[in-house]
């Protein structure tokens, strides 16, 4: 078959937490431009809706179960992938991730803590640990790993999730390196505000649900456009994709004024207080529990 030199065309691509928000988007977009999807997630259901979705939709896909947490399944999750490719990937997108909030250092539990950097900072470290080798084998092919602008803003009550995307950035940037002399194109997407259900499923803090609840309906885009941003970056071998104003804003902003800037986001986040009666201070005993129930 004809294989564009866009890697996102035609492409054999592993995607992590396909089964929702920008995963999702990420496989249903991937899949309208010829590939062929594995589409993985730790909720299996929800990786095989994604899956009925593109085959209803006339393109190839596989639903496999992954848990990023656990290498082990990574490690399945590439060789399940080889076998249905018949080779190695040609694009691997390290999306899943989970959000939490509202609790200032000191007052968010360890538990949160731990949940957050397993699942966003060791998911995507297993990710670029079983995938770089094999990419830099076959000599091209693409990775993208799902950073956030929380990866530098550095916003007040998000240090577990900021601490975790500064890890994923830290990473990103170093395989970008490490594999600069291959035409493996490594980027990290780190967009602002984007309409998944990452806050249904997150741990925030019910002080704090309602203002990000504005601030998603307000200032959130679709993954649909976020993704398109992402793999057009990708395309054009760029190593950081901002895709939104605001993302671009922060980050110009953190870099010509770091001091001004951390000193306005304390200055806006005792603001906001005032929209958060309710001060909440979680115990080392107890985890926030995410909205969902789900923990
Ligand atoms: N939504 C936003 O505003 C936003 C902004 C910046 C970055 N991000 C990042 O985008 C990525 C995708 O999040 P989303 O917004 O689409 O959220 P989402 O909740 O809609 O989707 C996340 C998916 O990851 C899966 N997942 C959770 N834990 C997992 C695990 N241990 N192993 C495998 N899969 C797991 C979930 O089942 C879900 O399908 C995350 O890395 C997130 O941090 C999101």
Redesign the pocket.
Same mark, same amino acid.
């Given at each position: 078959m004809f294989r564009s030199n866009r890697v996102t065309r035609n492409a054999n691509a592993v995607i992590? /937490?396909a &089964?929702?928000?920008?995963?999702r988007a990420f496989a249903l977009e991937l899949a309208a431009r010829g590939g062929a999807i594995v589409c993985s997630?730790?909720?299996e259901a929800?990786a095989q809706a994604t899956v009925e979705r593109i085959v209803a939709a006339g393109g190839k896909a596989l639903a496999v179960r992954?848990?990023?947490?656990q290498l082990a399944d990574v490690q399945a999750l590439a060789q399940t992938s080889e076998d249905w490719f018949g080779g190695p990937a040609d694009l691997v997108i390290n999306?899943? /991730?989970? &959000?939490a909030g509202g609790h200032h250092i000191g007052d968010m539990t360890m538990a949160d803590w731990r949940w957050v950097l397993d699942?966003?900072m060791w998911?995507v470290i297993h990710g670029c640990h079983v995938f770089a080798p094999r990419l830099r084998a076959a000599g091209r092919g693409g990775l993208i790993n799902?950073a956030?602008t929380a990866s530098f803003a550095a916003a007040p009550r998000m240090g577990a999730y900021n601490a975790s995307k500064a890890a994923v950035l830290a990473v990103t940037e170093t395989l970008a390196a490490e594999l600069a002399d291959t035409s493996v194109h490594v980027c990290a997407l780190c967009?602002?505000?984007?309409q998944?259900?990452?806050m249904k499923?997150g741990r925030i803090s019910p002080a704090s649900s309602k203002f990000a609840d504005n601030l998603m309906r307000w200032a959130?885009v679709s993954?649909e456009r976020v993704v398109k941003s992402a793999l057009a970056g990708l395309d054009r071998r760029q190593l950081y994709v901002l895709p939104q104003f605001d993302a671009r804003l922060v980050w110009r902003l953190k870099r010509l004024l770091p001091s001004s800037y951390t000193k306005g986001a304390g200055f806006i986040d005792r603001f906001a207080a005032n929209d958060m009666p309710e001060t909440n201070h979680a115990t080392d005993s107890e985890s926030t529990r995410s909205r969902t129930g789900a923990m």
């Open positions: 992590t /937490g &089964g929702s928000g920008i995963g997630d730790i909720d929800q992954c848990d990023v947490t999306n899943a /991730g989970v &959000g699942i966003n998911g799902v956030s967009p602002t505000f984007v998944t259900n990452i499923a959130g993954p």
